[in-house]
């Protein structure tokens, strides 16, 4: 293998001279076509030099779009605990307002109220001071026309003189010391009290007697009115079915029955043999039938109750009954 | 007349059992009333079987009353004075006074109460 010497210059694109010989053996055509191309290259590198120029603008600043909205929104910062805090610093503010309303509020209701005390005191002081003056004034004018009692008792000790009475001597046996007589006055004086007490006891207990019996006969007559009312109304529903019955009846009759009501006749109790027929009784005045070969007949009113004979006579005008009056 | 007492029949059947007694009192005061005491004398002497007597339409109007109920047992002779006493006492002293009425009115009532079924 060849060693290349490093040291030598190396020629790389030896020149031929022939080659440049023929270059300029070179047309016009040929050339101003080289020139064309030459400067059509150039030209384009122009375009795309300004091409690449332009796009780096436009990358860098955008060419505004004909129509452009244009706006933002700015949502702000939130922040809970600092929110938290604002809040409670409001709701502080707010009670201490309130409560320094309050406070001034009852400290103008005490004072309206001492006021409004001070007015009915004053009102009160007033009246009273007019009672007691009013007072005064009649006491006075009492005292006026009335003698003490001092002078009183003087008095009646010089009329007790006078008639004959004397005081008596308190040393004395069976004679009563002062207290002592007020005393029994006091115990008069409580019995004639009680007395009383008890006449108007005993006059208001006689009165609620007295009431309590009126009561009672009220009641009792209440109720016997009731029990009459429903007498009479039981009554009325008993006769209810009696009255169906002989509304049965009547129809029955309507229909064909036994004919119409002869008029009965009166018989007395004497009756001639084999007759019968109808008689009054005499005790109370029911009709009574009898038969014939009856020898007795019975009044049918339960209150009465009657038994009569009946006699026979014997008939010699041939009338079966025969009128007794 | 079966109209009114056909009509009456759920009537009969609710209250009838309590009022019966009432009922056949009513009609037999207006029956007996329109009765002369002669007539009845008469049916007595001659034995009159007095539900014989009677329509065969009003021994059915009977019966129609006396279905309705379930016992005819307060129906004898002392009632049936007792129930015409007050209104029809002529005819009542009839068969309280007289020996032969009152035999009578005690066989009606058995022959009656036998028709209907409860004798």
Redesign the interface.
């Known amino acids: 293998m060849s060693v290349e010497d490093v040291y030598a210059s190396k020629v790389i694109n030896p020149t031929d001279p022939s080659v440049n010989k023929d270059q300029k053996k070179q047309t016009d055509s040929e050339y101003w076509d080289e020139r064309a191309k030459t400067e059509r290259a150039k030209r384009e590198y122009e375009e795309e030099s300004a091409m690449r120029t332009k796009s780096k603008d436009q990358a860098i600043n955008p060419p505004e779009p004909p129509f452009q909205f244009k706006g933002s929104i700015n949502m702000g910062d939130i922040d809970m605990q600092r929110d938290a805090r604002e809040a409670k610093e409001a709701t502080e503010a707010e009670n201490a307002r309130r409560d320094k309303e309050l406070k001034e509020e009852r400290e103008k209701r005490e004072v309206v109220e001492k006021e409004k005390h001070q007015l009915e005191l004053a009102g009160i002081q007033k009246d009273m001071n007019q009672k007691m003056e009013s007072l005064e004034k009649t006491i006075l004018a009492g005292n006026a026309n009335q003698k003490s009692i001092t002078t009183q008792i003087g008095e009646i000790q010089e009329l007790a003189g006078v008639l004959g009475f004397q005081r008596p001597d308190p040393t004395l046996a069976g004679s009563l010391d002062v207290s002592t007589r007020i005393e029994l006055i006091k115990l008069q004086n409580e019995n004639a009290r009680a007395e009383r007490e008890f006449k108007r006891e005993m006059r208001r207990e006689e009165r609620e007697y007295q009431r309590l019996m009126r009561k009672d006969d009220d009641d009792r007559h209440f109720q016997q009115g009731e029990a009459d009312r429903q007498a009479k109304r039981d009554g009325m529903f008993?006769?209810?079915?009696?009255?169906?019955?002989?509304?049965?009846?009547?129809?029955?009759?309507?229909?064909?029955?036994?004919?119409?009501?002869?008029k009965?006749q009166s018989y007395h109790l004497e009756a001639a043999a084999g007759a019968?027929?109808?008689a009054e009784c005499p005790y109370c005045g029911?009709?009574?039938?009898?038969?014939?070969?009856?020898r007795?007949?019975?009044?049918?009113?339960?209150e009465c109750g009657a038994?009569l004979p009946i006699k026979r006579v014997v008939e010699e005008t041939g009338e079966d009954d025969r009128r007794n009056s | 007349m079966t109209d009114v007492i056909h009509r009456l029949s759920p009537f009969i059947k609710g209250f009838g059992k309590q009022f019966a007694p009432d009922i056949l009192k009513g009609f037999l005061i207006n029956y007996l009333k329109s009765m002369p005491v002669k007539v009845i004398i008469k049916h007595v002497e001659a034995n009159v079987n007095f539900w014989e007597q009677l329509p065969i339409q009003k021994q059915q109007q009977f019966r129609t009353l006396a279905n309705n109920l379930d016992n005819f047992d307060f129906f004898t002779s002392e009632w049936f004075i007792n129930a015409i006493r007050e209104e029809v006492p002529a005819t009542a002293s009839l068969f309280i006074g007289w020996k032969k009425g009152s035999n009578w009115l005690d066989r009606q009532v058995k022959i009656i109460k036998k028709e209907l079924g409860f004798g």
Not at chain 1, 242 to 260: K, L, P, Q
Request: net charge neutral; with cysteine; hydrophobic share 35%.
């Open positions: 008993a006769k209810a079915p009696e009255m169906v019955g002989r509304a049965i009846a009547s129809g029955m009759m309507e229909g064909g029955g036994a004919g119409a009501k002869q009965p019968g027929g109808e029911s009709d009574i039938a009898i038969g014939p070969t009856a007795s007949a019975v009044c049918p009113n339960p038994k």
